[in-house]
Nanobody, 133 residues
Framework: RVDLIQSGGGSVQAGGSLKLSCAVS???????????MAWFRQDTEKEREALAF???????EYADSVKDRFRLTQDIAKNILYLQMDNLKPEDSAMYYC????????????????????????WGQGTRVTVSS
């Protein structure tokens, strides 16, 4: 299994910003990159929500709920995926998880509609984001 190491998160007031990071543990340049990395969130008693997808070599995709406020960036050399979250709202409060697929999975499924095609992605440990009004 691949360890995905998350960092960032915390508490912020509405309108503030936070940045999350997701690093593939043990990754070194030259190793195969994950075909898809993504961010999800889940709050208590709610379904998991897909937020943003980063297909290897493809265009990012964002959920409508965050596309004007959240932005993906990557450190390609270190295989780290970042989620910059601006203009945060109380309803953004949740546990945030990154996920990554096997390097040999098809990157074409790297989207909200295609994610279910990945059988066994790796997940980060989760990080709490709390936005107060």
């Amino acid at each position: 299994r691949v360890d995905l190491i998350q960092s960032g998160g915390g508490s912020v007031q509405a309108g503030g910003s936070l940045k999350l990071s997701c690093a593939v543990s043990g990754y070194r340049p030259g190793m195969p990159r994950r075909s898809c990395m993504a961010w999800f969130r889940q709050d208590t008693e709610k379904e998991r929500e897909a937020l943003a997808f980063a297909p290897n070599g493809g265009e990012y995709e964002y959920a409508d709920s965050v596309k004007d406020r959240f932005r993906l960036t990557q450190d390609i050399a270190k295989n780290i995926l970042y989620l910059q979250m601006d203009n945060l709202k109380p309803e953004d409060s949740a546990m945030y998880y990154c996920a990554a697929t096997d390097p040999f999975d098809a990157s074409r499924h790297c989207s909200g509609s295609g994610w279910q095609n990945y059988g066994n992605p790796d997940w980060g440990q989760g990080t709490r984001v709390t936005v107060s009004s």
